[in-house]
T-cell receptor, first 119, second 115 residues
Framework: AQKVTQAQTEISVVEKEDVTLDCVYE???????LFWYKQPPSGELVFLIRRNSFDEQNEISGRYSWNFQKSTSSFNFTITASQVVDSAVYFCALSEAFLLPGGADGLTFGKGTHLIIQP | EAQVTQNPRYLITVTGKKLTVTCSQN?????MSWYRQDPGLGLRQIYYSMNVEVTDKGDVPEGYKVSRKEKRNFPLILESPSPNQTSLYFC??????????????FGPGTRLTVT
């Protein structure tokens, strides 16, 4: 079975600091997809990024960047120059490439990291 | 506007009183899913559906039922709710039925309290 571990339950930093959220995953599949979602205090889930297992290139989107390393089964998320609006719970998730009828795993979420950005 | 809608958004009910939480998407997505979110446990999948008339259990299906008679709708049914089903519920949809590897669009959530 697949598993996602976000060891950091809560992180608190001061605004403008850089912060990295860790995500470690387990899967027996060679083809899989990794995701990050943001859940702001308002409660909705906002998609941030999707990465497939064959693409180990790091990705940067504004102040956000993601580091995917298959060798360590990690998909870490860094926010540069954090802002108060970045305060949220962040979820890392893993999906197998294909679903088969009969109970195969779907999208497995980590337990989330609560990020607090203090002004 | 492309969206997933859930109703009701908030519900307080009593143990044993059957209830249905509706979920509808307007994106012609094949894949739909229900999750529950509990403090310290993250999101856990209850049921998913790869297409019309195809549903399957997720990680925590006990006490829940679903149906997928139409592509756009995926209601979650609690036949006899119990207090341990008090939770925040999310419906989600995704483009492909056999490959849930696309972005999943989530509904706004339904906060259920069972007393």
């Amino acid at each position: 079975a697949q598993k996602v571990t976000q060891a950091q339950t809560e992180i608190s930093v001061v605004e403008k600091e850089d912060v990295t959220l860790d995500c470690v995953y387990e899967t027996r599949d060679t083809t899989y997809y990794l995701f990050w979602y943001k859940q702001p205090p308002s409660g909705e889930l906002v998609f941030l990024i999707r990465r497939n297992s064959f693409d180990e290139q790091n990705e940067i989107s504004g102040r956000y960047s993601w580091n995917f390393q298959k060798s360590t089964s990690s998909f870490n998320f860094t926010i540069t120059a954090s802002q108060v609006v970045d305060s949220a719970v962040y979820f890392c998730a893993l999906s197998e490439a294909f679903l088969l009828p009969g109970g195969a795993d779907g999208l497995t979420f980590g337990k989330g990291t609560h990020l607090i950005i203090q002004p | 506007e492309a969206q997933v809608t859930q109703n009701p958004r908030y519900l307080i009910t009593v143990t044993g009183k059957k209830l249905t939480v509706t979920c509808s998407q307007n994106m012609n997505h094949e894949y739909m899913s229900w999750y529950r979110q509990d403090p310290g446990l993250g999101l856990r999948q209850i049921y998913y559906s790869m297409n019309v008339e195809v549903t399957d259990k997720g990680d925590v299906p006990e006490g829940y039922k679903v149906s997928r008679k139409e592509k756009r709708n995926f209601p979650l049914i609690l036949e006899s709710p119990s207090p341990n089903q008090t939770s925040l519920y999310f419906c989600a949809s995704s483009l492909s039925g056999t490959a849930p590897t696309y972005e999943q669009y989530f509904g706004p959530g339904t906060r259920l309290t069972v007393t």
